[in-house]
């Protein structure tokens, strides 16, 4: 899954209209402690090229004021191995899959405010694969874990209703099942890993 600028530049937007406040108060925890919230990587789904097809909803609970749990459902297809580093290879469709992957499944989040508003969280999904060839034939079916590491950043908005995190993340693939062939060559010239993906989350409480 690839995020351009789209995210950085809808938080650079909002940036100064917001105040900016601590993580929740006691108070605002009891009072509000659930959200629902989604990702701006949605709106890649208005490109007319290897559109992601992406959806997201997550379902949240503020433990504390500083720990936060939160169940996310998502669906998505991708073209290329997701290890393949920021660069020129990145847009290169000689490294693209010989169809695409289509995922879908849930995560378990957990989220820790370590100062004011930075936060660190972890996402650990579980992620069931469609292997789908250019004729658009279901070839193979598989499984993944798929984790994301992630350093953000939490801005309240209209008095604590609504809320972005813009983040930078690192995502990793401990665990999948053996992919076709064609799709296999392709995937392992890459890591498990990829560095310095781009977020943006935004939400409501109640």
């Excluded at 100064?16 to 406040?21: E, R, V």
């Excluded at 020129?88 to 989220?111: C, T, V």
């Excluded at 930075?118 to 070839?139: E, L, R, T």
């Excluded at 193979?140 to 994301?148: A, H, M, P, S, Y």
Aim: proline share 5%; net charge positive.
């Amino acid at each position: 899954m690839r995020l351009n600028s789209t995210a950085l530049i809808i938080s650079i937007l909002c940036f100064p209209f917001c105040k900016l406040f601590a993580q929740y108060t006691l108070e605002e925890t009891k009072s509000n402690p659930c959200f629902i919230s989604s990702s701006a990587f949605m709106l890649m789904n208005l490109s007319s090229y290897e559109t992601p097809e992406f959806f997201q909803v997550n379902f949240g609970y503020r433990i504390t004021t500083k720990d936060v749990v939160s169940l996310e459902l998502k669906t998505w297809r991708y073209f290329e191995p997701i290890g393949i580093p920021h660069g020129k290879l990145k847009s290169d469709p000689k490294e693209n899959f010989p169809g695409y992957i289509r995922e879908k499944g849930f995560a378990i989040a957990y989220q820790r405010f370590i100062w004011k508003r930075f936060y660190a969280a972890i996402h650990v999904m579980n992620a069931w694969q469609s292997f789908i060839d250019k004729k658009g034939n279901n070839i193979d079916n598989g499984f993944q874990i798929f984790n994301t590491y992630r350093l953000g950043y939490h801005i309240k908005l209209f008095k604590g209703k609504f809320f972005i995190e813009p983040s930078l993340a690192i995502t990793h693939r401990p665990y999948h099942t053996t992919m076709p062939e064609s799709f296999r060559i392709q995937d392992e010239k890459y890591s498990k890993f990829f560095f310095g993906e781009p977020g943006l989350h935004f939400g409501f409480n109640f």
